[in-house]
């Protein structure tokens, strides 16, 4: 299996500011990277698919880049409904696993 | 607009079975693949299995205990997990597939495991 590593596994940050997260894969996935956002208690919500493409409806302060082994999302101006965990997932083979979650929290 | 609603929380013991239903609305259920993913307390999204409209895989972790079915006339998803564990205690989520990604989820179902 394609194993995804995130880091970090949390940060602590203000409102405003920019927040960039990473996500690397074991092996070449070319663009097949998936982000979501999940609040406690709460299913996941897609933000970005296909590595850069942004989810209908999720504001434009998320983007993300990357491709191979190596990808990004990040926050333009961290807002006070940004706090929650981040997650990628890699679409490229089945299984399509995901990395361990980075959590933002408020400094 | 596209909703998963999931059935309620369940308490088995372990040894037992424990089955989970899906039900979707707002689109052609037939079209898209449904996927089963859980999430244990406090750790991260493990992938289970999907079914399209004919077919299913598992994730090997899971094969021989975990079987998914679908009702099309339902609209309805099912995930069923036998000779649970303690560590199976989780919640367990069901999403759609739509190009290679999940666009939306069921609200999620827990199940606890405890004699």
């Known amino acids: 299996d394609i194993q995804m590593t995130q880091s970090p596994s949390s940060l602590s940050a203000s409102v405003g500011d920019r927040v960039t997260i990473t996500c690397r894969a074991s092996?070449?996935?070319?663009?097949?990277l998936n982000w979501y956002q999940q609040k406690p208690g709460k299913a996941p919500k897609l933000l970005i698919y296909?590595?850069?493409t942004l989810q209908s409806g999720v504001p434009s302060r998320f983007s993300g880049s990357g491709s191979g082994t190596d990808f990004t999302l990040t926050i333009s101006s961290l807002q006070p409904e940004d706090f929650a965990a981040y997650c990628c997932q890699q679409s490229y083979i089945s299984p399509w696993t995901f990395g361990q979650g980075t959590k933002v929290e408020i400094k | 607009q596209v909703q998963l609603v999931q059935s309620g929380a369940e308490v088995k013991k372990p040894g037992a079975s424990v089955k989970v239903s899906c039900k979707a609305s707002g689109y052609t259920f037939a079209g898209y693949y449904i996927h089963w993913v859980r999430q244990a307390p406090g750790q991260g999204l493990e992938w289970m299995a999907w079914i399209s409209s004919g077919d299913t895989k598992y994730a090997q972790k899971f094969e021989g205990r975990v079987t998914v079915t679908r009702d099309t006339s339902r609209s309805t998803a099912y995930m069923e997990l036998s000779r649970l564990r303690s560590d199976d205690t989780a919640v367990y989520y069901c999403a759609r597939q739509i190009l290679r990604n999940f666009d939306s989820w069921g609200q999620g179902t827990l199940v606890t495991v405890s004699s």
């Open positions: 296909a590595a850069s």
């Open positions: 092996q070449s996935i070319g663009a097949n």
